[in-house]
């Protein structure tokens, strides 16, 4: 997650006080979700601060719904912005949210005053009404920053989606693919530890990388071993990394979690693996090929045309890597994108 400052000229030397909060980024079919005050004209990203106990995910969600009705679930921690005015450093964490759902709104007293109300508008208008941040220099200080920030938040959105455009993506699952019954069975070893990898498979996958050029996004319960930097979190995710760095490979990305206690607790991790696939595909609209590497039948049609399944007796195989080459053929799923505007 990148991080960014914003110095306010009337800032202090030293801060003596903070407020963190969180801001939104909602998308559907090109269209951002603002809030519009009609009593003074402002444009905002949804957002605001976090009461005492909560997560920035859980603050995000409430804001989101209080000031617009509507339920997001928030999918990608992409930015933290710190903002120093006069003795307040403020921190904001943004999210990317996928939209979930219409709620009810629950301003507060002064929104009510100010005439909030949600707004979708087309992405590139947004930001250009946030590129206008010097006019209001003049007039508004308050209103100048606050354009400010959104627009240096939208544009580290374009940055941010701009440099994790993936082109072809393998879906990649680790147990039954990467290691097999065979093969921990031979090393007296139980593929249910999830804690081997077979060094020959992991050769097999980086041809067939090599091959077609494609990024790996991991969904795998092995996910929940990196951080949201993709960092190894454990002894056995960098045990992985190290093999794919040895093959000149890395984990690009990893799927959304969708799981619940019921499915962890009786790892039945098959119920959502397509569900939490689709999500990450509709987040990542740029995508053009794909394939899902698994041993398990996900139980959905469109994943199944894209899909190897692996035997888990013996795991990745020289036939496998044929069918995924010719898999990756496959349809185009690009969609347009949005240009940034010169700032104003």
């Given amino acids: ?17 903070t407020r963190d909060g969180c801001r939104a980024i909602i998308i559907k ?7 519009h005050e009609t009593n003074t004209g402002w444009w905002l990203l949804p957002g605001g601060g976090m009461e005492e106990g909560e997560t920035p995910e859980e ?34 964490y943004c999210f990317i949210c996928e939209y979930v759902g219409q709620g009810q709104m629950k301003p507060t007293e002064a929104e009510i005053r100010r005439g909030i109300e949600p707004k979708w ?36 959105y374009m940055d941010y989606v701009e440099s994790r455009k993936f082109k072809k993506v393998i879906f990649l699952d680790i147990d039954g693919v990467l290691n097999s019954n065979f093969w921990n069975n031979d090393n007296q070893k139980e593929i249910s530890e999830g804690k081997y990898i077979d060094p020959e498979k992991v050769k097999l ?11 790996l996004v991991l969904h795998s319960g092995w996910r929940f071993w990196f951080d949201s930097d993709l960092k190894p979190a454990r002894p056995e995710a960098e045990y992985l990394a190290n093999l794919l760095k040895n093959e ?39 995508v053009e090929k794909w394939l899902v590497l698994d041993d398990l039948e996900l139980h959905n049609e469109e ?9 888990p007796e ?20 690009g969609r347009k994108s949005h240009k940034r505007p010169k700032d104003s």
């Fill in 29 to 35: 079919d090109g269209m951002i979700l603002l809030t």
């Fill in 303 to 311: 994943i199944a045309k894209y899909q190897v399944m692996t035997d």
């Fill in 314 to 333: 013996c795991g990745l195989t020289e036939k496998d890597l044929e069918k995924a080459c010719e898999i990756l053929k496959g349809k185009n799923m």
């Fill in 248 to 286: 000149g490979m890395a984990i690009a990305g990893i799927t959304p979690d969708l799981t619940t206690e019921e499915i962890r607790k009786t790892k039945k991790f098959s119920k959502v693996k397509a569900d939490e696939i689709l999500l990450w595909l509709k987040n990542h609209p740029d």
């Fill in 205 to 215: 996958l980086s041809k067939l990388v090599q091959k077609t050029g494609a990024s």
């Fill in 59 to 92: 603050c995000c969600i409430r804001e989101v719904e209080e000031e617009t009705g509507a339920i997001v679930r928030p999918v990608d921690r992409f930015l933290h912005v710190y903002e120093y005015y006069e003795e307040y450093r403020y921190g904001g």
């Fill in 121 to 156: 508008i087309p992405l590139q208008d947004a930001i250009d009404i946030f590129s206008k941040h010097k006019s209001y220099a003049e007039t508004s200080e308050e209103q100048r920053g606050s354009y400010f920030r959104e627009y240096t938040v939208l544009s580290e």
């Fill in 1 to 17: 997650m990148r991080e960014i400052e914003i110095l306010g000229d009337n800032r202090f030397d030293t801060f003596t006080k």
